[in-house]
């Protein structure tokens, strides 16, 4: 049986997250006989303690664990020769910033395991924090937009809500969130906000996330189509779902949208979104992107949406997917939650801490469900667990093939013994292009 360690996270003073809750760890010891330690650590939303009463050592270093598991990246001085690692590696898209550390475990003769890659048959992810991702995002969204306003001389029932991570747990902020809804009932919303209407890119579970925290207002369901034309209703909040045939058209228009050619062919489309969001007071990005797909709003849009002398609609940007110089041409940077949003000038491209300034409003936060990390972890800790005891009891020794591993580890095998396993091999020429 191999030992299982879960490492301090020190990407960030924020993170609280763990992989495994104590009660799960508590389960695997006596249910399975899996042996786990627990480094010592002061942010972790579960205290040491906790870990100590279901059995668990919590040592200062994981220096003789088999398997060590964390939640985000792990610096490349930290690794350790031979290792099994198992955490968010944000390399399969060759992410320049990961590759040092991808280099690294070939060079230890590591194993990595990516969460992001654990999937079934039909490539349908099955370990993620995504729908926490949206929730987190969302509720500071909302904070975002009471805080712009409040700036704009607008009173408004938003100004109530607080950040995420000032709430105590999920429950805390649903109570919150209904007697702001209540409100809207009741008073109504300011006239020079109506109609009020947020636009969520994308349909997954970081969307789902996202629309359980807006659906808890008096939220009035519309189509795309319907958004130009929307009644300006006090007690409404619209909401409105974009999927891919609504961002982008084909450049032939003699054919029809096909979402499988756009997959295939991006180059194919031309972005088509634009035309949407002079009429949105927020936006939620939750789509899934990448270089190869057209933008959705590039920065000369911007340029010509803020151009006018009065303010656009469009207060706030929630871009949850946060992809930095991505789909959305006024995320340049990212931020943590001391410092959530900034305001993006589309005629400079400069950014300003806080809700002042030419500009929407942009929360940036690339790490959102950290935000509520017990929830979250609780979550993420009842996907993971059926894994666990196939993988203490796994082989390391020999050929992947023969690891003991069930399929949906072995489809999230990036890294073996110091190798790219073969459904990875085309990180090869991103690694080499990454210099040291």
Known sequence: MLTIGLRREDKSRWEGRVPLVPSDVGRLAAGYGVPIRVQVSRIRAFPDAAYQEVGAQVVPELDDCDVIMGVKEIPPAKLRAGRVYVYFSHTIKGQPANMPALRRLLELGCTLIDYERIVDAQNRRLVFFGRYAGLAGMIDTLWALGQRLRHEGIDSPFARIQPAHRHRDLQQV?????????????????PALCPLICGFAGYGQVAAGAQHIYDLLPVQTISP??????????????????????????????ASFDLQEYYGHPERYRPDFFRFVPHLTMLVNCIYWEPKYPRFVTREQFQELYRGPGQPRLRVIGDITCDVDGSLACTTRTTDPGSPVYVYDPFTGDTQDGVAGTGPVVLAVDFLPCELPVDASNYFSGTLMPFIPALAKASFSGPLADAGLPPELLRATIVYRGQFAEPYQYLREHVAGAGH
Do not use: W
């Open 225 to 254: 189509a319907e958004v130009a034309t929307a009644a300006p209703l006090a007690n409404v909040c619209y909401k409105v779902v974009f999927k891919e045939e609504h961002m982008v058209a084909r450049i032939d228009s003699s």
């Open 174 to 190: 649903e109570q919150e969130l209904r007697t702001v809804g209540q409100r809207i009932r009741t008073d109504g919303l300011p």
